[in-house]
């Protein structure tokens, strides 16, 4: 018997939970969850993006070395940036995608500077610049290859746009 669309949809998030935490690992300053978190709100709505961006930030929070607040000021900004732009552009558009990675790309060494100045840190920008680089170039090529990987079987139930 083939697993509920709960079950499979449980399934599906936890597998892509697991291949973000090794993406991070993998790749330091680079965020796999952020994509997750667009398709999350296009295919399957508010509450479970809710979940899995709490569940996300404290993993990004909990493995980093900044104080408390740049995941929820990511992915808060994200959110708003995606509910703002709907509006504008059509949000499963790739030119979207690619602006929404831009603007991470450009907040990404806002965010780590403001975090590393409060825990009064000092920090190379120039690394952090091409993270910022980095992931506004990949962020519209992993929300790209998770949304073509997404199960057939759950897209039946994806909202009206």
Wanted: glycine share 12%; net charge neutral.
């Amino acid at each position: 018997m083939p697993p509920t669309n709960k079950a499979l949809s449980l399934l599906w998030w936890g597998t892509y939970t697991i291949f973000g935490v090794w993406g991070h690992r993998t790749f330091p300053g680079m965020d796999f969850f952020a994509p997750g978190i667009i398709l999350c709100l296009q295919k399957e709505g508010g509450t479970r993006t809710l979940w899995l961006a709490a569940i996300w930030m404290l993993l990004i929070e909990g493995t980093g070395n900044l104080p408390f607040g740049y995941g929820l000021a990511e992915y808060s900004l994200l959110i708003g940036f995606y509910l703002a732009g709907q509006w504008l552009f059509e949000s499963r558009s790739f030119l979207f995608m690619g602006l929404l990675g831009l603007a991470l790309g450009v907040l990404h060494p806002f965010l780590i500077y403001a975090m590393a100045s409060l825990a009064d840190l000092t920090i190379l920008m120039k690394p952090v610049l091409i993270e910022g680089g980095l992931q506004a170039i990949t962020f519209p090529i992993i929300w790209l290859v998770i949304d073509y990987f997404y199960p057939t079987r759950l897209r039946q139930d994806v909202r009206s746009l």
